[in-house]
């Protein structure tokens, strides 16, 4: 693509995830102390409210604890509880990001303005949650946000140490059923994005829809998820029950190690998903472990999953969310491309083969 056809969507990356909160301090204890990010810069304002941010390796998390009243953060709280409201999307040029977006159909929801540097556009994007399109100015703090200057003694966010944990590598969606279509049909049209996976899972009488769409530069991942209605309501009925309407089921960080990263995380008061034992006693039956060992992933409650690129190892927090509908997910990647849909079906397997030998 020549310079000329350049899209302005050919370079996005995640360049914060803006949640609102209702206690930012018990927030901040929790991202700082069970997922070592470090926080490095806070700021306040009647009108804003209070804002922390934190993060390690490329992670950026901004988190806001709005005034009350008509700020649109309240009204988030008030109809969701604490989540994700923006994927804020890095890219070189907000304003023809934004004038392309729109131009496509996306929602306007903040037009293109400038402060301390950046520049920044807002689109609306699935049910309220909205994408910010973020512009840093040539030699910024990379953890500075506008209005939110990292401090100079905050010390860099490198992902060195803490946990390990580096990078979003996805997030999941959930949405209404009958909306997967339109709602992938939008991050194709106006943002740009590919379609890389799609699948049905069944899970007994449940069942979901997944379709996975990439941004140009396969830094932006979402997992879009729609339960089937034909089949019993599940979890993703539930999620969108609790969390009234679609929204960030969970996201997923990166790390180059996994046990040692979710030994890290469990120390500093991260609760894990358990796997029945079953999973692991049928493990050798899917595949043959690349890294790390069989006891060292059933001591973590890590799973394991392959495809024709590789493996992956994931896990999966248990919520601390008031409603219990966020969670996060922990993945090591060893050239897989998938998502684990494999350890789901395993998992099933494992919970059936105890249930049967039970009664047996």
Avoid: W
Avoid at 315 to 330: D, G, K, M, Q
């Amino acid at each position: 693509m020549s310079p000329a056809q350049r899209s302005p969507f050919s370079d996005m990356t995640v360049d914060h995830l803006r949640f609102y909160v209702t206690d930012l301090d018990e927030q901040v204890r929790r991202f700082t102390g069970g997922y070592g990010f470090r926080p490095y810069a806070d700021a306040e304002s009647a009108a804003e409210g209070r804002s922390a941010g934190l993060g390690a390796g490329r992670i950026r998390l901004v988190l806001t604890a709005p005034p009350e009243g008509d700020h649109p953060g309240a009204a988030y709280l008030s109809r969701h509880a604490d989540g994700v409201a923006d994927i804020a999307l890095g890219v070189a040029d907000a304003r023809a990001a934004y004038a392309a977006a729109v131009a496509a159909g996306a929602r306007p929801v903040a037009e293109p303005s400038e402060r301390d540097g950046f520049v920044t556009a807002t689109i609306g994007g699935f049910g309220d949650t909205v994408h910010t399109f973020v512009q840093r100015p040539a030699g910024a703090d990379e953890r500075s946000l506008p209005g939110l200057p990292a401090r100079p003694a905050a010390g860099a966010a490198d992902g060195g140490d803490g946990t390990g944990l580096f990078a979003v590598d996805h997030l999941a969606v959930c949405v209404e059923a009958g909306e997967l279509e339109a709602t992938e049909r939008f991050y194709r049209r106006v943002l740009g994005f590919e379609t890389i996976f799609t699948e049905r899972i069944a899970v007994g009488a449940q069942a979901m829809i997944t379709t996975v769409v990439q941004s140009m530069s396969g830094e932006v991942t979402l997992t879009l998820i729609e339960p089937d209605p034909s089949r019993t309501a599940g979890q993703i009925n539930d999620f969108l029950k609790t969390h009234d309407g679609p929204g960030v089921q969970h996201i997923a960080f990166a790390t180059r190690d996994i046990t040692g990263t979710v030994r890290a995380m469990a120390a500093g008061g991260v609760d894990f998903l358990t796997t029945p034992d079953g999973y692991y006693r049928l493990l050798p039956e899917r595949l043959t472990v690349a890294r790390h060992t069989v006891p060292e992933l059933r001591e973590l409650n890590v799973l394991v999953d392959a495809d024709h690129d590789g493996q992956l190892f994931q896990i999966f927090t248990r919520s601390a969310h008031p409603r219990a509908t966020l969670f996060f997910e922990v993945i090591e990647r060893l050239g897989a491309r998938s998502f684990g849909s494999g350890n789901i079906r395993a998992l099933y397997r494992a919970v059936e083969s105890t249930r049967t030998g039970a009664e047996g």
